[in-house]
């Protein structure tokens, strides 16, 4: 969701934010017309997407196995261990149902009408004749209680922030606003020094833990183990991306297909990777795949979604105006992706890229060690070492393969997605 409302942010036309500076929009006003309403279809979907991943690793939330001591809390996703831990077919079969059946209901309750809703923020200058329409969204939109809402609270709510924040041209008392200044200052100030002292003193906390555990050989076996979990991620996010590209934006052009299309995408980005074990084991046991090619598949089963729902999100959030002149000029097939196509969803599809990799190395240490019954299949990677050392408790492991994890990630946000997003930023707006 931040990744996604960051790329609506610095893609927003120039002349609407020119126009919002002409007009001394306050930071408010500017959040509430022209923030808001560019950010919308992204923070959607992209919540659609956090709330099936809230669900995929509902099983590991809710039932814990570390330093040798199981935590488990009552709930679905407990549920779904123990079925999987006894190798509990029935058991499994119901905790699916049962997912199922709210994943439809959120999908009819929340997330259509909030589609339906965002359709009217789409920046275009003719609309398109196919719009977005939900059953519960136009029952409450002709609901008595979200007009009185509307003129009682949430307009009376937005003058007053208005008010608070009026440009500082017009504030009377400059004494005033210094003091609020300097206030502001010192309380960051302590905010920063407890937070670097937190920080520091967990360095020197580690550092001692790893004292006297930690060879030179250790250390580059587990970078080795983070490069092999690398090689994966990038194949996973190579091979989403060609399969799913074209699938977004047939289903993003065609909303009479994104109806059926879309809460099955939430279920298949909901489904939880160690109920599909049983499976799974089973296929690759049959078919002979080794692990370490499987855990490729597992890995995309939960995190391939990221680069779907945003490619579909950037494909209905193309304006209908483009796509009207796209048929006047007779645009077709490859030319159609490389002028339309491709630079409208080329933000979206690094926002979802972006997301599958980070997701891909947390699904690493579900997916590169499979368990079903009495049954264990494991792959070389630092997903599988980090699921291992944390069930024995072996503290100084888990701190250092944990921090080579997040060494890979930070350079990888670093040297690949920051330059994306920058080339997007420069490249493909709409202005």
Known sequence: MAFGFYHSMVTIPTDMQEAASTY???????????????????????SMMSFGGGWFFVAQSEAISVMNKDIKLPGLGSYMAAAI???????????????IVLIMASDQLVWRPLLAWADKFK????????????????????????TWFSEKLWQPLGDRFSRISLPRKVRVVSLRRSHKRTL???????????????VFTGIIAAAQALSGALSLELFLHVLWL???????????????????????????????????????????????????????????????????????????????WYILFNVIAGAMAI???????????????????????????????????????GGAWNASI????????????????????????????????IILSIGVMSLFVVLMNKFLWRKLYAFAERRFRLD
């Open 226 to 304: 983070g490069c092999l979990t690398l090689l994966r991620v990038a194949a996973m996010t190579v091979l989403a991306t060609l399969i799913w590209t074209p699938i977004g934006v047939w289903i993003g052009f065609q909303p009479k297909v994104a109806r059926f299309a879309q809460p099955l995408a939430q279920i298949g980005a909901s489904f939880p990777v160690n109920m599909t074990f049983p499976i799974v084991v089973g296929f690759f046991i049959f078919a002979r795949i080794p692990m370490n090619w499987g855990s490729i598949l597992l890995i995309a089963m939960g995190t391939q």
């Open 85 to 99: 831990e006894r190798g509990d077919n029935h058991a499994a079969f119901w905790a699916v149902i049962a997912m």
């Open 184 to 198: 502001s200052y010192i309380l960051g100030a302590l905010l920063g020094s407890w937070l670097g002292f937190e």
């Open 123 to 146: 920046i275009e200058l003719t609309e398109s004749t196919t719009p977005a329409t939900s059953w519960v969204y136009n029952l409450l939109r002709g609901a008595y209680v979200f």
């Open 366 to 397: 579900v997916a590169e060690l499979a368990t079903w019954g009495d049954t264990t299949l494991q792959a070389d990677g630092l997903g599988s070492y980090i699921a291992t050392v944390t069930r024995s408790g072996d503290t100084p492991m």
């Open 24 to 46: 001394g929009l306050t930071p408010w006003q500017r959040f509430r017309t022209v923030e808001l309403p560019a950010s919308a279809h992204s923070l959607i979907w992209n």
């Open 319 to 357: 304006p209908n105006d483009l796509k009207e002149a796209s048929r006047v000029y007779g645009l077709r097939h490859w030319n159609l992706w490389r002028t339309m196509i491709l630079p409208a969803i080329f933000p979206f599809w690094v926002t979802g890229a972006c997301t599958a990799a």
